[in-house]
């Protein structure tokens, strides 16, 4: 463990803001903490530890009882400097008594170990905003082993001293000083970007051959240079309602108030948070059967639907080789259902397969139970259900494993009671997945059922279990309680299953009180597990009821659709997030909060953005060769109608820009740069005339009404003569008679200290005085010399320098759609410097 001594411990405050007591854990001492005066910024307080350490996690204790003056916000800052800080967490701690642990940042973006000396913690809000921070204890953990810190020390001062390096080479080449660019790459051996950008660089910045330069950028693309710019492209959504909500539904979400969670449960209940007591439970709330009575009134409890009707906790899988649908069972409010339904996602039409399973050899009644799909066989297998407790009677305990082979349209009992074939007890909230080239089914988490009073007091959860379909056996992988390095069972959770690299992926969940935020692998083949991200060091995606998953083989990311959340309120709100396996970094694709706008009445106009209604107890399912989501049902969290259920059906599409389009958008970013250029040259009017009209016309999007007003405004420059303003003095670079001129300025601009400001000063003014940052020096007059006689040879022209400016900002704009490690850094020396 990483501490800091007292003596050590570099405070901000006097003493009288007890910042020796965070390192001494005293929960139940009032006075045992560091706390602030006031809450105006800034606030902070900055810890010394005894040695440069590697900091994995920083765990906040707490007071015995929460109060308003505890961080619900802050920052964590780290460096070998006080002076020199990078930003490690952003997060918050919880309005409770429980201390929390986070996992701080502790490697560059390139992987390398990243020592700090000092951690600066920044409180950025108190629980209650009029009030002071509070801080009641730190305790840090991580690594200071002498050779790894030796190591890594080493690293990050070459890393930083090849950054410098960089930063200079770019403007030395920048500023054209050839002979110290090439001597300073030479002697240290830092190359300033790729062969390709050198290229580019020549043709485009020192030779302004605009059509060398696009041949050079579209090698590049033909080479994949663009590969990992088209990989940090975000997503766009775009929704569409294949099958809307029945007319009934539809009336009551327009009469329907707030999104909140459904009734509560009674106490020392088992819940299933896709479903709520049966009507007839004690304490359930009075509903009406009016949705689910004109149904079977209307049809006869014959099979004439033409769509399912309402529901939540139900399963809905994908046979991807045909973009076929398939959806059993689910909660509608009153009752469980039984029914089975295929969408044909081309034909876009639902199909009824079997109106009640039950009564020919399937599965009876359910929610909460989880359905995987076999395309090798086409069949489909079900697996565990919640039941109420006037249903957990011995003869409903067995855990059932049934079959429905889509070629035969027939139900198959697998096996009456799993848990006496080696396999799980009966379960509900487990997740379940299918290795079709092994023909395995992976089973893991849930809550165990409770058989007796003992085990409702004590949550039972169920391990990771594989089930061999061509032998028909189970085999236990990873026990309910356990001491290895490797997921706890849980609920609430996500799991997938990844063909390729052959791993599950475990997602988040809780168990008991503790809500999990980690994520894990599983390799099938050989047991191997390991973690990407443990509890503390939280994701984007923030704790939640009924969370959906899919993973997209092909790009190795996985997509996370929040439900409900689990604060107090229990908010109903979508969130959809992407997970890049290869790079590890999350992104947020979609945020729904509050009900979107009505569908439009018939012949009236349709809404410009059209979305679900934010929901929970959905299905989300993810067809890889279309690359499609599909959302079904769900609970919209109606306070008014606590037992309203959706039956719309929508379709995702996430949209990035091809690698044509973004070719597309340099080549016209290069040809208006051009044009501009030739608009500016003295007797170029009608060269750059015809190649607005041609060359650049051609690469312009005249369907886009942006792209039109832009391409119009263009013309205008050859009327203006180019000037779209007055232009302003460029960078450029020194010679010895600039340098003789600029201390000649500074001689006879010196700057001397106001004689009333002092005189304010010296009386006591109220009024704050500004202070010199630096002493004030005399600047003597430059002696005169023999060579300031005549021109320089290295005076570039004014108008060179000029119109070389807007070549070195399109360079820069290219230099975007490259990896950052082949181009030169964003960042200038010249921003250093303070005058």
């Keep these: 463990m990483v501490r800091g001594k007292k003596d050590l411990w570099k405070r901000t405050v006097d003493d009288r ?15 045992s903490r560091w706390f602030t005066d006031c809450c105006v910024s800034p606030q902070f307080i900055v810890i010394k530890l005894d040695s440069p350490s590697i900091v994995e996690t920083i765990k906040f204790g707490k007071y015995i009882k929460a109060l308003v003056s505890d961080l619900k916000k802050f920052q964590v800052y780290g460096g070998t400097e006080d002076s020199n800080m990078s930003l490690l967490l952003t997060a918050g701690l919880k309005k409770d008594s429980t201390p929390e642990t986070f996992r701080l940042r502790h490697r560059t973006q390139e992987g390398f170990y990243f020592p700090v000396e000092y951690l600066k913690i920044v409180p950025l809000q108190s629980w209650g905003p009029p009030y002071n921070y509070t801080i009641w204890y730190i305790e840090l953990h991580g690594k200071n082993q002498a050779e790894l810190l030796n190591e890594a020390l080493e690293t990050i001062y070459l890393r930083k001293e090849e950054e410098a390096v960089r930063l200079l080479l770019k403007h030395l080449r920048r500023r054209r000083y050839k002979d110290a660019f090439e001597a300073l790459s030479r002697e240290s051996g830092v190359q300033l970007e790729g062969p390709t950008q050198t290229k580019l660089w020549n043709a485009l910045v020192e030779n302004g051959d605009y059509q060398a330069a696009e041949k050079i950028f579209e090698q590049a693309v033909n080479d994949g240079e663009l590969e990992w710019y088209m990989s940090w492209q975000p997503y766009r959504p775009e929704w569409r309602e294949m099958s809307a909500c029945s007319a009934q539904v539809e009336e009551r979400l327009r009469s329907g108030d707030a999104h909140v969670a459904g009734p509560p449960a009674a106490p020392h209940d088992l819940l299933c948070a896709d479903r709520e007591p049966r009507p007839d ?3 359930a709330a009075p509903v009406s059967n009016e949705l689910f009575e004109t149904c079977d009134l209307a049809c006869g409890l014959t099979a004439c639907c033409n769509k399912p009707g309402p529901r939540g906790g139900h399963q809905l899988v994908v046979d991807s080789t045909t973009g076929t649908l398939y959806l059993f069972g689910g909660w509608n409010g009153t009752e469980d259902l039984d029914d089975l339904w295929s969408y044909s996602t081309k034909g876009e039409r639902w199909t009824l397969l079997c109106r009640h399973s039950s009564l020919v050899g399937g599965p009876t009644p359910r929610s909460c139970h989880k359905m995987v ?18 249903q957990r009677v011995p003869s409903n305990m067995n855990s059932d494993l049934y079959m429905y082979d889509v ?37 893991f988490g849930g809550r165990v059922l409770p058989a007796n009073t003992e085990e409702v007091v004590s949550p039972q959860y169920s391990g990771l279990y594989a089930y061999y379909i061509s032998t028909g056996t189970w085999q236990l992988l990873l026990a309910d309680k356990h001491d290895e390095d490797a997921p706890q069972p849980r609920v609430s959770h996500s799991m997938l299953f990844h063909p390729v690299q052959r791993r599950l992926y475990i997602f988040a969940g809780q168990r008991n009180k503790e809500h999990l935020l980690d994520l894990w692998w599983y390799e099938v083949g050989s047991g191997a597990c390991g973690a990407l991200c443990r509890c503390g060091a939280a994701p984007p995606p923030a704790a939640g009821f009924t969370q959906r998953a899919t993973l997209d083989p092909d790009t190795d990311q996985m997509f996370v659709l929040s439900g409900m959340s689990k604060e107090k309120e229990k908010r109903v709100y979508n969130t959809l997030w992407v997970l890049s396996l290869r790079t590890r970094t999350w992104s947020c694709l979609y945020r729904a909060h509050a009900p979107p706008a009505p569908a439009p009445a018939p012949g009236g106009p349709a809404p410009t953005s059209r979305a679900p209604t934010p929901r929970f107890a ?19 969290g109606i306070q008014s109608s606590p037992r309203l259920r959706l039956d719309d ?12 389009q973004v070719w597309g958008e340099a080549r016209a970013i290069l040809r208006e740069a051009c044009y501009r250029e030739m608009a500016t040259q003295p007797g170029a009017t009608v060269q750059a005339l015809s190649y607005l009209r041609n060359e650049l016309s051609s690469v312009m999007d005249h369907t886009d009404p942006a792209q039109v007003s832009r391409f119009q405004k263009l013309a205008t420059l050859l009327f203006s003569g180019g000037d779209e303003g007055a232009a302003l003095p460029s960078p450029r670079a020194l010679s010895p008679r600039r340098t003789r001129a600029l201390l000649r300025a500074r001689t006879h601009h010196a700057s001397h200290a106001h004689i009333a400001d002092a005189l304010a000063q010296v009386l006591g003014a109220e009024e704050p005085q500004p202070e010199l940052t630096l002493p004030f020096e005399e600047a003597g007059e430059p002696q005169p010399e023999t060579w300031e006689v005549g021109v320089d040879e290295d005076m570039t022209p004014d108008t060179q320098w000029h119109a070389r400016q807007p070549r070195l900002a399109l360079y820069d704009t290219l230099a975007q759609y490259f990896r950052p490690s082949t181009v030169p850094p964003r960042g200038d020396v010249t921003d250093l410097v303070a005058l």
């Excluded at 007890?18 to 006075?31: A, E």
């Excluded at 993810?622 to 769900?634: A, E, M, V």
Aim: hydrophobic share 35%; proline share 7%; aromatic share 12%.
């Design 17 to 31: 803001s007890g910042s020796r007591n965070i390192i001494v854990n005293q929960p139940s001492d009032p006075l």
């Design 281 to 283: 439970a004690a304490g």
């Design 373 to 390: 799909f076999d395309p090798v066989h086409r069949r489909l297998y079900t697996l565990g259900r919640y039941l109420d407790n006037a």
């Design 407 to 443: 070629w035969t349209g027939e139900w198959y009992l697998v096996c009456s009671d799993t848990a006496s074939a080696g396999g799980p007890r009966l379960v509900f909230d487990h997740q379940m997945c299918i290795d079709a080239d092994t023909q395995t089914i992976y089973v």
């Design 618 to 636: 959905h299905q989300l399912v993810y067809d890889p060769n279309t690359k499609i989501h599909y959302l079904f049902g769900g609970n919209p």
């Design 649 to 660: 059906l929508w379709s995702l599409r996430l949209v990035q820009p091809s690698l044509e």
